[in-house]
């Protein structure tokens, strides 16, 4: 039996509107995760979904591994975020490599345990996956308007030059794809 | 509304006769007259709705003057608006009547909360199907973000998320 209690998980916004019976259920496809050192591999890109993340302490990193051996830095995640939820509504590979930046203590959704109580049209797996919704919505939001206003509707001199401070347009689409992931401070 | 009429909506296929029978229950059917606006971008969304008959035009705002240009135009069976069941936001785009005029379905986010708080399984089924479509959104925003930061990395690689 898991030691995740009801007390941490309601720091987090995706439990909202769950009961304690409901917070019961869930508990049992969670599990504790830690990664201990400086680059250690939370998964692979590329490799097919099994879990979510919830980051209670530490700094991750999602990067996009390029054929040359180099990676490219996308997005950091820190404690309070959500990491490759969307899994557990949609089934598919990883779009990226996330790995530790520093030590690092995560719960683990297990989406086999979390599509078993979706099958059974258990409620808390619906909260949970409206409550993902309705944080995606917003960041969608957000992140359509940036799209549509540098990508879409400047002319690429325009989209390139510094209109943010001294940033270029492939930064603050980095700084986009953070908010779109999920960063907490 | 009869629960017959939505029996040929494809996004309802799996909803056995008796969870048509809910739904029917809490949508209504609404006429609206050629060029009859539904919703305006900006609007605070509260309902979904589905093409039951006609058709409706998706307009956007011309990027120099106040014109609305149709990027899509929804027929029979087309669901649109449903991410306002979860987040009622404001709508992102226009959606108007065509010349012929269209009748829709009406699904409102407070009827949504209702059969959803109750645990109807065909709520959750209709959640299924938003959860889906808000994560195709994601993954081709994420796609798009993916692709700006390589493009400036050097080259021209498109990324696609799956």
Do not use: W
Not at chain 2, 32 to 46: I, K
Not at chain 2, 105 to 126: C, H, T, W
Request: charged share 25%.
């Amino acid at each position: 039996m898991s030691d995740i209690n009801h007390i941490e998980l309601r720091l987090y916004p995706v439990f909202r509107g769950c009961g304690p019976e409901e917070l019961d259920r869930l508990i049992r496809c969670m599990s504790r995760t830690t990664l201990e050192n400086p680059g250690d591999l939370l998964f692979e890109d590329q490799i097919e979904s099994d879990s979510a993340y919830i980051v209670q302490k530490g700094l991750l990193v999602a990067e996009l591994p390029l054929e040359d051996g180099i990676a490219v830095e996308m997005a950091r995640m820190g404690a309070g975020a959500l990491v490759g939820e969307l899994c557990l509504i949609k089934g598919g590979p990883r779009s990226l490599r996330v790995k530790a930046i520093g030590p690092a203590q995560l719960i683990r959704i297990d989406r086999e345990a979390f599509s078993a109580l979706r099958q059974a049209k258990d409620i808390a797996a619906y909260t949970v996956i409206r409550n993902i919704c309705l944080t995606m919505c917003d960041r969608l939001r957000t992140t359509n308007q940036f799209i549509e206003r540098e990508l879409r509707h400047e002319s690429m001199e325009t989209a390139d030059i510094t209109s943010m401070g001294q940033t270029t347009v492939g930064q603050r689409a980095k700084a986009m794809l953070s908010r779109l992931f999920g960063r907490q401070e | 509304m009869d629960a017959n009429r939505l029996r040929f909506i494809q996004v309802f296929d799996n909803f056995d006769d008796r969870e048509l029978e809910l739904l029917a229950s809490v949508m209504h059917a609404r006429s609206y007259v050629g060029g009859e606006t539904v919703f305006r971008r900006g609007d605070r969304a509260s309902a979904c709705f589905v093409v039951l008959a006609g058709a409706i035009d998706v307009k956007v705002e011309g990027q120099k003057n106040m014109d609305s240009n149709t990027v899509a135009t929804l027929t029979p069976g087309s669901m649109f608006g449903e991410i306002a069941l979860v987040d009622g936001g404001l709508r992102s785009a226009t959606c108007q009547a065509s010349a012929s005029g269209a009748e829709l379905a009406l699904l409102g986010r407070n009827e949504f909360d209702q059969i959803f708080n109750a645990g109807s399984p065909f709520a959750f089924k209709l959640m299924d199907l938003i959860g889906e479509r808000v994560v195709e959104r994601v993954r081709k925003a994420a796609g798009e973000l993916l692709s700006v930061v390589l493009n400036e990395r050097g080259g021209s690689v498109m990324f696609k998320a799956d």
